[in-house]
């Protein structure tokens, strides 16, 4: 595929959803689409009560894309919402019949895509790696299911069902083999979490929606060097830096970790586990909320429902509520009263604004 293809984005919205709403569906795609490093040339959305079972979409609505990636020379076709296996293999069927340059996605390819982008270390590449399989599995048996009913027929042995054994075969030694690695690499992790609580070093992990802030205030806390991007995703290895405490005379360590997304796979977060490990083991978490973001309450709920799968909805947590520079008026009187519990703290990351009241508050958690 181009270094930077032009991109489909394809959605299927109740009837009585508004406009808005729909926007706002389409939204956080397109900003993924613009991560991976493609632009959208036209978005389709389809009121529909439920997915069509063979395609997703209509059969007319599918053949209006397949006219648009001609038309507008798309490369690429993103459905916002995972697809069954045989569901992309009716779609491609029907799209490379046309056009066989076209590529098309699932929202969750297009979130893979972009985790080996970002990936660095060895743990993240194979935690991607794992993930993909887990993803990706389904959908190759699935066609060679198809390839087995046009090879043999009902009853008899075809060239696809001995390539689907064949691959799943393949694929279960590789995933065996990740996971091996993994736990490898879980087991010196669990030895470093030993080693700090024999010292009583408390830990700190800092948990949000991808792009909240989260490796920008990790910077500015304890002057460790990462990088620090505009773009989703932009952390999957866990970051740790060692961040003073006055009144105490003591430190704690601070970790920064991959972002949470909405629709993320319960598959994905597995596959992360080790990664978020910091997380599901820390003395406190840090929410970091980007409070200029009109979707801040949703995507709280988005990010607390995943630290309820994680099990760590019960780890004392301080809402950080970062980005007050760019807000004119700031108004948080409803927000500090409906968020009491989780103590907000009003903060600027990149300004260094609020740091020491939240230093403050972490310690008094802490201790």
């Known amino acids: 595929m181009q ?21 706002i569906s389409l939204y956080e795609l397109d900003n993924l689409v613009e991560t991976y490093g493609g632009f959208v040339v036209v978005k389709k ?96 048996f699935g066609m060679g299911m198809e390839l087995s009913r046009q090879g043999g027929g009902i009853g008899t042995s075809g ?8 691959m799943k075969r393949h694929l279960a030694k590789q ?11 879980q ?36 002057k460790k060097k990462v990088k620090v991007r505009d773009e989703l995703f932009a952390t999957l290895d866990t970051r740790i830096g060692q ?10 360590l601070l970790s920064d970790t991959i972002g949470f997304i909405q629709n ?5 977060i597995e596959a992360f586990k080790s990664t978020l490990d910091e997380t599901i083991h820390a003395d406190l978490l840090l929410h970091v909320i980007d409070f200029s973001d009109p979707q801040k309450e949703e995507k709280i709920k988005v990010v607390n429902e995943i630290l309820e799968k994680l099990e760590v909805k019960e780890t004392p947590t ?25 103590s907000p703290v009003f903060i600027s990351a990149l300004k260094k604004e609020g740091l020491k009241e939240l230093v403050e508050r972490i310690e008094e958690k802490l201790i």
């Not at 060239?159 to 064949?166: A, F, Y």
């Not at 961040?243 to 430190?251: A, D, R």
């Not at 993320?264 to 994905?268: H, N």
Request: charge should be positive; charged fraction near 25%; aromatic fraction near 6%.
């Open 3 to 23: 270094k930077n293809p032009k991109v489909i984005l394809v959605d299927i919205i109740n009837p009585q959803t508004s406009k808005k709403e729909a926007e």
């Open 45 to 140: 959305i389809q009121k529909k009560q439920t997915p069509n079972y063979k395609t997703y979409v209509g059969s007319g609505k599918l053949d209006e894309i397949i006219l648009d990636t001609d038309v507008l020379g798309a490369d690429l076709i993103v459905f916002n919402n995972i697809l069954k296996p045989q569901q992309i293999y009716n779609i491609e069927h029907k799209i490379y019949s046309k056009n066989p340059n076209v590529k098309v996605w699932d929202r969750v390819d297009l979130i893979l895509k972009i985790f080996a982008k970002h990936a660095e270390s060895t743990e993240a590449k194979l935690q991607i790696e794992l993930a993909s399989i887990r993803h990706m599995g389904p959908r190759i």
């Open 159 to 166: 060239i696809g069902e001995t390539n689907t054994e064949i």
């Open 175 to 185: 995933e065996q083999k990740i996971k091996d690695k993994l736990k490898k690499i």
């Open 187 to 222: 087991k010196r992790h669990k030895l470093q979490r030993q080693s700090r609580s024999r010292q009583n070093l408390k830990t700190v992990a800092i948990v949000g929606y991808t792009n909240a802030g989260k490796s920008q205030l990790l910077t500015s806390l304890t």
């Open 243 to 252: 961040l003073y405490l006055p009144q105490s005379y003591s430190t704690c």
């Open 264 to 268: 993320l796979p319960p598959s994905l």
């Open 318 to 342: 301080i809402y950080v509520c970062n980005k007050v520079d760019l807000i004119k008026n700031l108004k948080n009187k409803t927000f500090l009263k409906k968020h009491k519990k989780h």
